[in-house]
């Protein structure tokens, strides 16, 4: 192959520059500014037919594909279904039962607002709370085949043949399907199966037009309400259970409504009842058979049952008259006082207040009734007989009186939403009449308005004070107080006797458990109306409390709840640490996960500037980040607890626990600031890479932290050096080129010493800059082939050119050494790239020549494109010496024989599309770097341009674009070069 040499085009930049600079136009009108679109609905055309047609209107397929619904919304739902425990999954299959049934007349607005918690959010802590180890059973007939093995038929004991007839009567009456079975032994899951497969035996009983048969199985549910074999468990059994009567009541309601189905005036095509019926457009077929419904069910012989199920099926007196919910709900009210267990009656009565609150919001006498009803009977929980169940159970009072505790927070929240201060007043005088038990007292701070309680804070101390506690624990009463005062303000003169008070009680407390969970509250409280020295008190005595035999160690979750909770109210770090108690409180946390994840609550409220989980306006954020801070105090802490995550980092750690806690002390770092005191911000960069050597981001952090001191330096100095800050710079570039090496990310090294040469290129540091830059390339070689990342194996060739083409522009600018010859530096670059072991099948090496080709060039001209401030480049050192040029020229004549070499041994069938590619690439890069005059490098690119089309895989577009760029700048003044080379250039079609 003949050899060619390489003719630089010369250039002027600065008319370039002025040539080709765009016309500027004054505009008011920012183009990335959002667009206001104002839609305007067409009207209705009418056609031929008389028939009315809209305009179509552009419709998004993305949304009408999804109708309307998130899909990343739909997959957390399913996943946090399938993530619950086995009664919340039962408890989420039935939600949609009971949303539907949420509206008293569905159209109509409810006086429910926002401020009353549905019954759906309280079942899942329900079904968490009360749960049981014991063995449960459950008697029903409508069973599947595979569990007859476990059943049992329950007998009586007949002696006279009255006896059984009576007894069979019963049975036919009751359960037409069969006999009595009763499953024992089972566990808590298989109980819970059992209730979704009566469930569905429900739905299914219904759909296959089996009414009796469905109203039936309501009623076996309804009777297992009257079991309390299982103390325990029976708030949660009574959720499981009323959700079925829900699902019952709605199918009723439904089935009604469906046959409701009227003729309007004029129409010849039924039509169903609007959402907003009243009863007078109801058939009286329909309003019939809803009464046969209540009929039926006004004949069941037991009690509890036929309370239960009319209460599910309450809805239906919608279709019969306005006015019957208010009586209905009271007569219901008046029955309930017939049931005998108290347990049992108090959550009868709030499936009733459940039900009344959702088909009659407006309704509220009986609520009261109910609750005065359940005062009046408060002595039963106190009896013999109620005594003697918790006995057989082994079941302690506390516990027993807590199982009350949904009940009587659903019909207090009932009685209070919406209600006056009065009420509350009303309702405490009844209960201190009545029972004065504390049961109540906190059911009735949990429910009412929290600014109620506020206001008569030292009233409620007085009244907890004395109320009898009867089994109930007072440091609950206190513990729901604090909830209050949290959420309301107290008077200001009451807050501080408040406080006292309270604590007087809580501090006395021997008992851990119980000392911690109000200690959990009442923090937030001082936090809120008083200064550190309370906080601080507070934090002291929490430690006397729990240090005795290592208590802390059993309440890590309540003691972080505190640390988050100080820390959402004292933004001020250095109020923070002077507090003698807080960094003591932080010890306690011993267990090393913990602690952990305590001091990453620490620093992610110091580096964010927010309350741990707060989201602020991007405004407050932007000025919160912004303040910094070199108080010894505040470092030294945070020092100390970055150290702590630091530490806790082994070869175990997660990936994604390294990069939390990286950038989390990253946020650190960057919040210190020593101002003009550089020598001071330089010590602590030192220590900070003493303490955080094992972090590779930090390392990394801590480099471009000392790159930017140094700019701030010569910021400072407007780029004009004296002695001691030339000094000072040299000094952040022997940080740098210590620390570097440190890193394993070979990528992070090299983009690294890049970077630092650049900086200290432009401090002046000519020394120190070559020995980054050739710390670079001596780096090069030992980039491997392929790297991991984000646990996925890729090729490093983008990587590797990405970073050798930035090398390259860089080096255009770099001084030649004197000591080491001319272009040094490129010599050194072109030796590694020859040597390194490229992929098999890549033609990167020769994509880098290219490149080089291009400084190559960009050296030849007589004033560079661009300059360092006060370093004389090489245009500058040489002054375009024929022996400099002379030596680049040597240069790029070596690589363009390497590139064309490269391009002859593509000849294989699979190498051609490769060849064609480079073929064009070099053609391309020729046209814009060198002189293609016909007796210089002319002739050359006609070869390179018919090689890319000889083969036939040359892209026809870009052969084409080529071409009419070419004509393009040959049009232009001093062109005709380009004229002439176009000429000669064929186009080949593919065809």
């Not at 049981?132 to 007998?155: C, G, H, M, N, Y």
């Not at 009656?345 to 207040?353: F, K, N, Q, S």
């Not at 990167?844 to 291009?854: C, I, P």
Request: hydrophobic content about 40%; charged content about 25%.
């Amino acid at each position: 192959m003949a050899a060619y040499q390489w003719v630089p085009r010369m250039r002027d930049y600065v008319s370039e520059k002025a040539q080709e600079a765009c016309v500027t136009e004054l505009t008011d009108n920012h183009p990335l500014k959002p667009m206001t679109v104002t839609v305007t609905e067409s009207k209705a055309k009418k056609t031929a037919g008389g028939k009315a047609e809209l305009a179509s209107q552009p419709t998004d397929p993305l949304s009408s594909s999804l109708d309307g619904t998130d899909p990343l919304s739909m997959f957390a739902a399913e996943s946090t279904l399938v993530s619950m425990d086995p009664l919340s999954m039962a408890l989420g299959r039935r939600d949609r039962s009971e949303s539907e049934g949420k509206k008293a007349k569905p159209g109509k607005k409810s006086s429910l607002d926002d401020s009353f918690e549905p019954w759906s959010t309280k079942k899942a802590n329900i079904l968490s709370k009360y749960t049981t180890s014991e063995r449960l059973s459950i008697t029903t007939s409508f069973l599947s085949s595979s569990d007859r093995e476990k059943v049992t038929v329950k007998t009586q004991v007949q002696t006279t043949m009255t006896d059984k007839v009576k007894n069979r009567l019963e049975q036919l009456d009751d359960f037409e399907e069969g006999s009595v079975k009763e499953m024992l032994n089972l566990s808590q899951q298989d109980y819970v199966n059992r209730i979704e497969e009566l469930n569905q035996a429900l739905i299914q009983a219904w759909e296959q037009d089996q009414r009796v048969k469905a109203l039936k199985i309501a009623i076996q549910c309804s009777k297992l309400l009257v079991d309390i074999s299982v103390i325990q468990f029976y708030p949660s059994k009574f959720v499981l259970i009323t959700d079925i009567l829900d699902t019952f009541g709605n199918l009723v309601y439904e089935r009604i409504r469906q046959k409701s189905a009227y003729y309007p005036p004029g129409a010849k095509v039924p039509q169903m009842l609007p959402e907003d019926f009243s009863p007078e457009q109801v058939p009286d077929s329909a309003k019939e058979t809803c009464r046969n419904w209540f009929y039926k069910i006004a004949s069941i012989r037991e009690l509890i049952p036929r309370l239960y199920v009319e209460t599910a099926i309450l809805r239906c007196y919608s279709f019969l008259t306005t006015g019957e919910y208010s009586q209905a709900l009271l007569r219901l009210s008046s029955m309930m006082r017939g049931i005998g267990d108290p347990l049992v009656a108090v959550y009868a009565r709030t499936y009733l207040c459940r039900v009344g609150i959702l088909v009659a919001p407006d309704v509220r006498d009986h609520v009261t009734i109910n609750l005065y009803d359940f005062l009046t009977t408060y002595k039963q929980l106190q009896s013999d007989s109620v005594q003697n169940i918790l006995a057989v159970q082994q079941l302690e009072m506390e516990k027993y009186l807590h199982l009350y505790t949904p009940a009587l927070d659903w019909i207090l929240q009932c009685v209070a939403h919406r209600a006056s201060e009065d009420t509350m007043t009303e309702v405490l005088e009844h209960c201190k009449k009545q029972c004065n038990s504390a049961l109540l007292l906190n059911s009735v701070m949990s429910a009412f308005n929290p600014d109620y309680v506020a206001s008569r804070a030292l009233k409620f101390v007085d009244i907890i004070r004395d109320c009898e506690e009867a089994g109930f624990p007072k440091h609950e009463l206190y513990t729901s107080l604090g909830a209050n005062l949290v959420l309301a303000d107290p008077p200001e003169e009451q807050r501080l006797q408040t406080l006292n008070e309270v604590w007087k009680v809580v501090m006395k407390q021997k008992n851990p458990a119980n000392y911690i969970s109000s200690a959990e509250v009442w923090i937030e409280y001082p936090c809120k109306h008083f200064t550190k020295r309370e906080v601080n008190t507070i934090l002291g005595d929490i430690i006397k409390h729990m240090v005795p035999d290592r208590a802390f160690e059993d309440f890590y979750p309540q003691l972080q709840s505190i640390v988050t909770k100080v820390l959402s109210h004292m933004h001020d770090f250095a109020v923070l640490f002077s507090m003698d108690k807080f960094l003591p409180f932080i010890d306690m946390f011993q267990k090393e996960s913990v602690k952990v994840e305590v001091c990453k609550t620490v620093m992610e409220t110091f580096t964010s500037g927010a309350r741990p989980g707060a989201l602020y306006t991007a405004g407050y954020k932007k000025r919160v980040r912004q303040e910094t801070t070199s108080d010894p105090v505040i470092m030294n802490a945070l020092m100390f607890i970055c150290k702590t995550m630091h530490d806790s980092v082994n070869a175990l750690t997660l990936e994604d626990e390294k990069k939390a806690i990286s950038n989390l002390i990253c946020g650190f770092i960057r919040r210190i600031s020593f101002g003009r005191d550089f020598e001071q911000q330089l010590s602590f960069y030192v220590e900070a890479r003493a303490t955080f050597s094992n972090l590779e981001p930090v390392l990394i952090e801590l480099v471009q932290r000392v790159n930017q001191l140094s700019m701030e330096t010569h910021k400072v100095v407007k780029g004009n050096h004296s002695r001691k800050t030339a000094a000072f710079v040299r000094a952040c570039a022997a940080y740098s080129f210590i620390t570097i090496p440190s890193i394993n990310n070979i990528f992070s090294q090299l983009n690294l010493y890049l970077v630092s040469g650049q900086v200290a290129m432009v401090n002046g540091a000519l020394t120190q800059g070559d020995a980054f830059l050739k710390a670079a390339i001596g780096l090069l070689p030992d980039v491997p082939r392929t790297i991991q990342i984000d646990g996925k194996v890729q090729s490093t060739k983008p990587l590797l050119s990405g970073f050798i083409n930035n090398f390259i522009s860089n080096l255009l600018v770099v001084p030649d050494n004197p000591d080491q010859g001319v272009l040094y530096l490129v010599r050194g670059l072109l030796n590694v790239i020859q040597n390194y072991t490229w992929e098999d099948g890549s033609d990167s090496k020769v994509q880098a020549y290219l490149s080089v080709m291009g400084l190559l060039s960009a050296m030849s001209q007589e004033n560079y494109l661009y300059h360092v401030n006060k370093v004389d480049s090489n245009d500058r050192l040489y002054g375009s010496d024929p022996k400099f040029l002379n030596e680049i020229q040597q240069i790029a004549t070596t690589l363009i024989t390497e590139i064309l070499e490269h391009l002859k041994q593509l000849q294989q069938q699979e190498a051609l599309r490769r060849q064609s590619v480079l073929a064009l690439e070099f053609f391309t890069r020729m046209v814009a770097h060198g002189d293609i005059g016909p007796e210089k490098m002319g002739p050359l690119a006609v070869n390179l341009w018919n090689l890319a089309q000889k083969h036939g895989y040359a892209d026809t577009k870009v052969m084409v674009r080529t071409l009419e760029h070419l004509k393009t700048r040959g049009a232009q003044r001093d062109g005709r070069e380009y004229a002439d080379l176009a000429t000669k250039l064929p186009l080949q079609s593919r065809t």
